[in-house]
């Protein structure tokens, strides 16, 4: 029975994460085309959550890209892909909150950074689960 709701679980886990890459690829081909979709697949936003998402987004994104910088400097192994993808969840859940505070954003419009904390959640238990699988350190076998 355990193997089942295990196999349950990690099933869960990867079709979130299809579901994310799926949101991804639609966000990006709608905004060629020049319309904006937010998450969770709102088409329109005040402005002043735009700005707010914005910098959180530049913020997550300049902090993976200091992270990354700096374990090449210090001569580390490079993140796996799923390790980044989490890495810029973190931050930019922490963008979010700082711009949240300093820009004065109701608490009821921050309900997205809900949803990235459960599917930070769901990448943090598919890289354990392959760290498990491999029986050896995660950043050994994948250099993406």
């Known amino acids: 029975m355990f193997k089942k709701n295990g196999y349950f679980m990690i099933s869960f886990r990867k079709i979130c994460l299809f ?24 088409i329109g936003i005040s402005p002043e959550e735009e700005v707010h998402r914005l910098n959180a987004m530049r913020f997550g994104a300049s902090c993976l890209l200091a992270l990354i910088l700096f374990r090449y400097l210090v001569e580390l192994r490079p993140l796996p892909s799923l390790v980044a993808v989490f890495w810029f969840g ?55």
Do not use: T
């Open 19 to 42: 579901i994310l890459f799926a949101w991804l690829c639609l966000a990006i081909i709608v905004n060629v085309f020049g319309f904006k979709l937010f998450f969770p697949l709102q």
């Open 90 to 144: 973190v931050f930019f859940i922490i963008g979010g909150i700082i711009y949240a505070i300093k820009l004065d954003i109701a608490l009821d419009k921050l309900y997205y950074l809900i949803a990235v904390a459960v599917l930070l959640v769901l990448i943090r238990l598919e890289i354990m689960q392959k760290k498990r699988e491999s029986e050896a350190s995660l950043y050994k076998r994948d250099h993406f």
